[in-house]
């Protein structure tokens, strides 16, 4: 059987997100959450008429359709988990490229309150699930969603993301998602992402 949906290289080495995310959890989260992922929907669509489709296709095609919560849950996960790898860079999160921290300034007041806001998502999604940066009609929002739900499914663009279920931190923090969260905020968070998904 022809995989229609693959797995991405991660865009960084195993070990370059050390100490915040530990080469042991990326073992486990890319190369066993992920690859699950990619290998059930593969699996699901195969013969039917998503088989071959994009995926962006594929999510918005079973976003919210009763008969097609597996195939949702797990192309939502292989594009939240792809999108997660690109929102972090090693040494980054220091300060967003001008353009960007132009708008953030603008919609949060200070590239400070933005961090908070995301780290409030962070910590407070109930459960499994994820932080985000959107835009949504011209304007930069930070939302969270639950399990596998994504901002795609609501009409919004996603500019930058954390994973919050526990597998993306426990092997490193235990139940300790406030100081993984703002590890990640404070270190890994790629602006230039996000700047890229923004177009400016």
């Not at 669509?45 to 489709?53: M, V």
């Not at 594929?58 to 192309?75: M, Q």
């Not at 590239?111 to 699930?129: H, M, P, R, V």
């Amino acid at each position: 059987m022809s995989q229609s949906i693959t797995l991405p290289p991660l865009p960084f080495s195993d070990n370059a997100l050390d100490p915040v995310i530990s080469a042991n959890t990326l073992s486990f989260h890319y190369g066993k959450h992920h690859k699950a992922y990619v290998d059930n929907l593969n699996k699901l669509i195969a013969g039917t008429p998503l088989e071959g489709q994009s995926l962006e296709k594929i999510i918005l095609e079973s976003a919210g359709k009763a008969d097609k919560v597996g195939v949702f849950n797990n192309s939502a996960q292989v594009w939240n988990h792809t999108f997660f790898w690109n929102s972090l860079k090693p040494g980054s999160g220091r300060t967003p490229p001008a353009a960007l921290a132009q708008r953030i300034e603008r919609d949060f007041g200070s590239f400070d309150n933005l961090k908070k806001e995301l780290a409030t998502a962070a910590t407070t999604q109930f459960g499994s699930g994820w932080a985000w940066l959107v835009e949504e009609n011209g304007k930069l929002l930070v939302t969270k969603t639950g399990n596998a739900d994504l901002p795609m499914a609501k009409g919004q663009k996603a500019l930058l993301t954390i994973d919050v279920w526990e597998h993306a931190y426990y092997l490193d923090y235990q139940n300790r998602r406030p100081d993984y969260a703002n590890a990640v905020i404070d270190q890994l968070l790629n602006w230039q992402f996000a700047a890229e998904n923004l177009g400016v």
